[in-house]
């Protein structure tokens, strides 16, 4: 199970070996790493100047003091801290044990360390560790390995072009699964410019330096459970303003179902969505969209932005089945009409993009009727006019709440009825 306070958090990249094995810090918990570093070159440097003046100190004096580790103190997996090649002490994990000669074909005995909150390894004389602090015995390891999702390098300069999209400051993890203590991920790049988002891996893959291992009808663990907000339910007996925005086919029952926009919510969400389109628009129009934002893969239910290839704007969408190949139906949320697009007219939906909940609601007109011309009729009278709906049975799980609208006082529901008699 994935620990939710890193499913989706800022974090930097504190160390890189390739695509597959990385470590991560979080944000919030940099500021912590500064203080342990310098708690512990305070002591260490604190202990070796008193050592000096005390003639290489005391040996009876040394629970927490700056004495020297040897070789048959140490075992592997233990903790200790252990000096880099900035000549600072860091806390560390000895890997293993193993002696090297030196320059003057003199034995030393070393220690492999794996440093705990950053993530590198390290090949250190073992007079170049220290007892750690009992006081940071029990903080856990600060730096987390991490493996790109679902993703395989290409070549050896996959890595590198991996460093240059992640060293760049602070990013947004996405965490995919767990497979034993590392985690699976993808990483978010906050970009400039009205830019939004761009997802690594997709970046990678659009770029050639890396593949998907799975086939594309591989459902990827919707692991944040992303979802539009959904508006409240349509109580019996209430009456609201509303807008068609979607006339749909009959159903089996001949009973018209019709998506509508609520215009008369305390709150005029319905009133946000232009501005929010326009938002899309400015985002998801630049160059290299598709590069920056396209989709690897789709799945049912995934939350997208879909461009019309009509009026070539950008709207909100839900993935309702993946048809063939890079073919896939879509729900307009905002809209309620599906259609069938290619997955290159997809890009990966930003989180400011879902704070407005799906504003088509779904409903039925209790009359029965046949024929494409009554349902022509019946669009010709409602479309592009402010309708007075009334709830005359909620809906449910398997049932579409059933309507009554008007128009200027007049029943549409009634003339429904006469013209089918």
């Given amino acids: 199970m994935v620990d939710k306070e890193i499913v989706n958090t800022k974090v930097f990249v504190s160390c890189i070996e390739s695509i597959n094995k990385f470590y991560i810090l979080k944000a919030n918990e940099a500021k912590t790493v500064v203080q ?247 985002v998801y129009g630049v160059k290299r969209s598709e590069e920056l934002w396209g989709l690897g893969r789709c799945w049912p239910g995934m939350v997208c932005a879909v461009r019309d290839s009509r009026d070539k704007m950008w709207y909100r969408g839900q993935v309702v089945k993946v048809v063939k190949g890079r073919m896939v139906r879509v729900k307009y949320v905002d809209f309620g009409n599906t259609e069938l697009v290619p997955a290159h007219r997809m890009r990966r939906l930003f989180k400011d993009f879902m704070e407005l909940p799906a504003m088509a609601t779904r409903v039925s007109m209790g009359v029965k009727v046949e024929g494409a011309e009554v349902m022509a009729m019946l669009k010709e009278g409602i479309d592009l006019v402010d309708l007075d709906m009334k709830i005359v049975e909620e809906g449910c799980e398997d049932l579409l709440p059933m309507v009554e609208l008007k128009v200027e006082g007049n029943s549409v529901n009634n003339r429904l009825k006469q013209f089918v008699c």
Avoid at 58 to 65: A, F, L, V, Y
Avoid at 175 to 183: A, N, S
Avoid at 221 to 233: A, H, I, T, W
Wanted: with cysteine.
């Fill in 36 to 282: 342990i570093q310098k708690q512990l070159n305070r002591v260490w440097y604190t202990a070796s100047v008193l050592e000096l003046e005390n003639g290489m100190g005391d040996e009876e004096d040394n629970s927490e003091g700056g004495k020297e580790v040897e070789a048959d103190d140490i075992n592997p997996g233990e903790l200790v801290i252990a000096k880099f090649q900035d000549n600072l002490f860091y806390r560390a994990k000895v890997l293993s044990i193993f002696i090297e000669l030196d320059t003057s074909l003199t034995e030393v005995d070393m220690a492999e360390v794996l440093y705990i909150d950053y993530g590198n390894i390290g090949m250190v004389p073992i007079t170049s560790t220290r007892p750690i602090p009992s006081s940071l015995l029990a903080l856990p390891p600060l730096a987390i390995q991490c493996s790109l999702f679902d993703c395989l390098a290409l070549g050896e300069d996959t890595t590198t072009e991996f460093r240059g999209l992640v060293n760049k400051g602070c990013l947004l993890l996405e965490t995919m699964g767990r497979k034993e203590e590392v985690l699976e991920v993808d990483l978010i790049r906050e970009m400039g410019d009205n830019m939004g988002y761009s997802s690594v891996r997709d970046v990678l893959v659009l770029c050639g330096k890396a593949v998907f291992y799975s086939s594309p009808s591989t459902i990827i663990p919707n692991v944040e459970e992303r979802d539009y907000k959904q508006l409240p339910s349509l109580l019996a007996g209430s009456v609201h303003t509303v807008m068609l925005s979607h006339l749909h086919q009959l159903s089996h029952q001949q009973l018209p179902q019709l998506s509508v926009q609520l215009l008369s919510d305390q709150d005029k969400l319905a009133l946000q969505l232009p501005s929010l389109m326009d938002q899309m628009g400015e």
